[in-house]
């Protein structure tokens, strides 16, 4: 296999590096938001929050993609196939974001939670301070995770049209007849990808407040 | 195909919902000329109409809606997706025209309109260069045939194969590439796909594919597709007289000389598809 077909899949995983990136950070911002209604507790937002999440977990992210793709102009939005692939891929991880969260938030001690009430913390300082550094702590090793599920399920949004790592190696096989080669260069990029995504999620992870030194 | 029909009848279904919301009416060729472009819809994987060489994506459909764009005055912007895709896509507006090409056939001018044909589409079998046990197409009975699925060839080789004293073991992949390297690979006997497109591959590869002649299938015609709807009107009017300039003035032939070796006699309109 050439080094030019090798040159190809690395462009087209440019495609799968962005799509997945900026999905997971739009999908984390809305997941922030859900997982506050979920914690609300007043049924006004947790229902909403409940009805969106089971959709988007309950509905195979291939079916989304296409429903977002072709449904979305019938009531005049016709968005591009970029757009469409990452509105599908935030959406979807936002909702199991949003699911981690909410886990997160509740694994708060409620003792830690009553002493820094009883020191006069302040709400907000309670939030910023105790529940958001223990949460985030909680939740970042399944953040990481999410993360490359969605690198991973990025090869998905050839559906809608773009042309990533996975259908760039299919593609190049088709027309150069070297299957193996292609489908194993692209295993390995997936790999090296995510392997530098676990890396750097462990990095930060022992950075984070909390992590023992 | 199971999981792909019912995914086709979901989308469908929600689009037919859809539909009766749907508000969304104008002039489709003054919409592309304002814009200054028209999207084609396509997949990428049907030599020598549309495939990937060395990354670029090229062949007859590109060449010929540059004519096409030329004629019209517009820019040609490709949307490249999976066949069973590409209908519904279409109908749910996410390009103007489709190029594919698709086979002219009854059922698909109930509900889409066709361009004059581009090249012959009757389908025959390539198989692997030296395979003594197909020498013609009948010898295909009880063997592994691969075919693209959601295509009209499917069609027609699951009508030959009710013809044959043994059913032919009809395997369906999601593009033809698929089922050639397949074939290359000795997983199946052969592939049952338009004369155009494998004596392309066959000239490809020699010494590893070879076409078995004479074609089985009824004699029928590739042509570009688009909406039948009045708003559609207008545009599939411009590009069938662009079509018939580029055949009158042997652009055509030139174009399919260059990717077939050879240029075919074709109608100016199918009216009444063999099948």
Redesign the interface.
């Known amino acids: 296999m050439s080094v030019?077909l090798f040159e190809?899949l690395l462009?087209a995983s440019i495609y799968t590096v962005t799509i997945s990136v900026v999905s997971i950070l739009i999908g984390f911002a809305i997941a922030i938001f859900l997982s506050g209604m979920l914690l609300s507790g007043r049924g006004l937002f947790v229902r909403p929050a409940q009805i969106f999440i089971s959709f988007f977990r309950g509905v195979p992210l291939?079916?989304q993609l296409?429903?977002i793709?072709?449904?979305l102009?019938?009531?005049?939005i016709?968005v591009p196939?970029i757009v469409a692939a990452i509105i599908g891929l935030s959406l979807c991880t936002a909702a199991y974001q949003a699911e981690n969260l909410r886990g997160g938030f509740a694994s708060v001690p409620p003792g830690l939670v009553e002493s820094a009430e009883m020191v006069g913390l302040t709400p907000r300082q309670i939030f910023r301070r105790v529940k958001v550094p223990i949460a985030l702590r909680l939740t970042f090793p399944a953040l990481v995770n999410e993360a490359i599920l969605i690198l991973k399920a990025s090869s998905l949004v050839?559906?809608?049209?773009i042309?990533e790592l996975t259908r760039?190696a299919?593609?190049?096989?088709?027309?150069t007849?070297l299957?193996l080669q292609l489908f194993a260069s692209a295993g390995l990029i997936y790999l090296v990808i995510n392997w530098l995504v676990a890396l750097a999620g462990g990095l930060i992870e022992n950075r984070l407040p909390g992590a023992p030194r | 195909m199971r999981k792909n029909s019912l995914?086709k009848g979901?989308?469908g279904a929600?689009?037919l919902f859809?539909?009766t919301?749907?508000a969304?009416a104008a002039d489709t060729l003054a919409a592309v000329k304002a814009a200054g472009t028209m999207k084609v819809g396509t997949e990428?994987?049907f030599?020598p109409f549309d495939?990937?060489?060395?990354?670029e994506h090229v062949g007859l459909n590109v060449d010929l809606f540059n004519e096409i764009g030329k004629e019209l005055g517009v820019k040609i912007e490709w949307?490249?997706?999976?066949w069973d895709?590409v209908f519904?896509?279409l109908?749910?507006?996410?390009f103007d025209v489709v190029a594919g090409p698709a086979t002219i056939t009854k059922k698909r001018m109930e509900r889409y309109r066709f361009t004059p044909p581009l090249a012959e589409a009757t389908i025959a079998i390539l198989k692997k260069a030296g395979d003594q046990t197909i020498s013609k197409p009948e010898d295909i009975a009880g063997k592994k045939i691969g075919v693209g699925k959601a295509t009209a060839q499917l069609d027609q080789l699951k009508e030959f194969s009710e013809a044959l004293p043994t059913k032919v073991d009809i395997r369906e992949y999601p593009?033809f590439?698929?089922s050639?390297?397949d074939l290359?690979a000795g997983r199946i006997a052969g592939v049952a796909n338009s004369l155009p497109n494998i004596a392309f591959v066959a000239k490809q590869?020699e010494g590893?594919f070879e076409v078995v002649l004479p074609p089985f299938g009824k004699k029928s015609y590739f042509g570009f597709i688009g909406l039948k709807d009045a708003d559609h009107a207008p545009l599939m009017d411009a590009i069938d007289a662009a079509m018939l300039k580029i055949k009158a003035d042997g652009r055509m032939a030139t174009l399919q000389k260059k990717w077939f070796g050879a240029s075919f006699d074709t109608p100016d309109s199918v009216k009444d598809p063999a099948f």
């Not at chain 1, 050839?158 to 049209?161: A, E, L, P």
């Not at chain 1, 299919?170 to 027309?175: F, H, N, V």
């Not at chain 2, 109908?91 to 996410?94: D, S, V, Y």
């Open positions: 030019k190809l462009q291939l079916v296409l429903l793709y072709n449904l102009p019938v009531i005049g016709n196939s050839s559906v809608v049209g042309v760039m299919q593609d190049l096989a088709g027309s007849f299957p | 995914l979901l989308v929600a689009v859809g539909a919301i749907s969304h990428t994987a030599a495939f990937i060489d060395a990354g949307v490249t997706l999976p895709g519904p896509a109908e749910a507006g996410k593009a590439t698929e050639y390297a290359a590869r590893t």
